[in-house]
């Protein structure tokens, strides 16, 4: 499957199929690791990086054709990708934005069902990335540990028997993970607790980025919670870090989400719906606006607000309605005010208000 096929397909962690789904989208586990036979990425002559790329390439090859890695993966050269395909990926979050944006031999491998994805020459020499739906850290972990046992397997890295694995950034040494879950908080933010929960967390060395990560700002009423430190604490006790606070950040929404049905139900259903309606019949509408009245939509759903329209569709419609899929899914690159065009007779065609059946509860 190439990127075309991507962009009119949705990967495992969109599904909502996973633990405690309604609150939290997806699971992450990210390992960093280094070669110990070349220098870090920010030292690393091209001559440097097409080698660590080209010993990579060469060892994924050798997994693909013993069917240790799934032979439907595909290999991406980012180098060679155009900017839209690029900035498709970073929406897919299959790549981060600083792997779409940096220079020099660089690439991905692809799980189809983007069920994990491994950059090659990001920050670190390598990036295992896996996502799961719902709160499932620890089958992400599971995954995440046997693909780098199969590349430790033939390459060395980077180690320290003082301080464990070498990463090109301090807080990534040790074990060189980053143990993350993707939120929906609308709740939290209409109430406005957001902030109360957000300095909790700070406290206990956590950190809250938004929808794409470092530098990223909070879309959707989308959250990223994850660990800050990865040195002096095993992969199996930060994972437990994260995984024993999420199921007190879902009580704080689900609560939230209480007090708004029981206190302010004709208000919170007036905006539930008129979020609908607006996604339903709009003719132009920008990508800010969409994920904003979506999230509306999708804790009313969640809520019993709004009947038969499926979670998994709304889950990809945050992601398909992004600058990039667009123009993917319409087959040429398109302005901004083509966009916001082609957006709204999109989320039209994927929500169908003459669909049998009564789409909305009153």
Same mark, same amino acid.
């Given at each position: ?255 939230? #989400? ?5 206190? /302010?139900? &004709? %208000?919170? =259903?007036?905006?539930? *719906?008129?979020?609908? $309606?607006?996604? #339903? ?5 920008? /990508?800010? &606006? %969409?994920? =904003?009245?979506?999230? *509306?939509?999708?804790? $009313? ?11 998994? %569709? ?49």
């Amino acid at each position: 499957m190439e990127l075309d096929g991507l962009a009119n397909s949705s990967g495992e962690w969109l599904k909502g199929s996973g633990p405690e789904s309604d609150i939290v989208v997806s699971s992450r586990i990210r390992l960093a690791r280094n070669l110990a036979d070349f220098p870090f990425i920010s030292r690393a002559t091209e001559a440097d990086r097409t080698e660590i790329e080209r010993s990579l390439h060469g060892r994924v090859e050798e997994l693909r054709a013993s069917g240790e890695v799934p032979t439907s993966t595909f290999y991406i050269n980012v180098e060679e990708l155009e900017g839209i395909d690029r900035q498709f990926l970073v929406e897919r979050q299959l790549i981060s934005r600083e792997h779409a944006e940096s220079e020099g031999a660089r690439a991905v491998l692809v799980d189809p069902d983007e069920r994990f994805s491994v950059m090659i020459n990001e920050e670190d020499h390598l990036r295992f990335q896996v996502m799961q739906s719902g709160l499932s850290l620890e089958s992400a972990w599971e995954l995440a540990n046997r693909l780098d046992d199969l590349i430790e397997d033939k390459l060395t890295y980077a180690f320290s028997d003082k301080l464990g694995y070498l990463t090109a950034c301090p807080t990534n040494v040790g074990t060189g993970l980053r143990v993350s879950v993707m939120l929906h908080l609308p709740a939290l933010v209409i109430t406005r607790q957001i902030e109360k929960v957000f300095r909790s967390l700070q406290k206990i060395n956590l950190a809250v980025r938004g929808l794409y990560g470092e530098g990223s700002q909070a879309m959707g009423d989308f959250y990223q919670v994850s660990n800050q430190i990865t040195l002096g604490q095993t992969e199996e006790e930060l994972t437990k870090k994260v995984a024993d606070v999420v199921p007190v950040l879902i009580d704080y929404e689900r609560q939230a #989400r209480e007090f708004l049905v029981r206190e /302010s139900h &004709e %208000t919170l =259903h007036d905006r539930v *719906s008129r979020a609908y $309606g607006i996604l #339903r019949t709009a003719q132009t509408i920008s /990508s800010e &606006e %969409t994920m =904003h009245l979506l999230s *509306s939509v999708r804790m $009313g759903v969640n809520l019993g607000l709004i009947g038969e329209l499926p979670i998994p %569709t709304i889950n990809k419609l945050f992601i398909h309605t992004q600058p990039a899929h667009l123009q993917k899914i319409a087959g040429s690159e398109l302005e901004s005010t083509e966009r916001n065009i082609e957006r709204a007779s999109y989320l039209r065609r994927h929500l169908e208000i003459d669909k049998p059946g009564n789409p909305s509860k009153n």
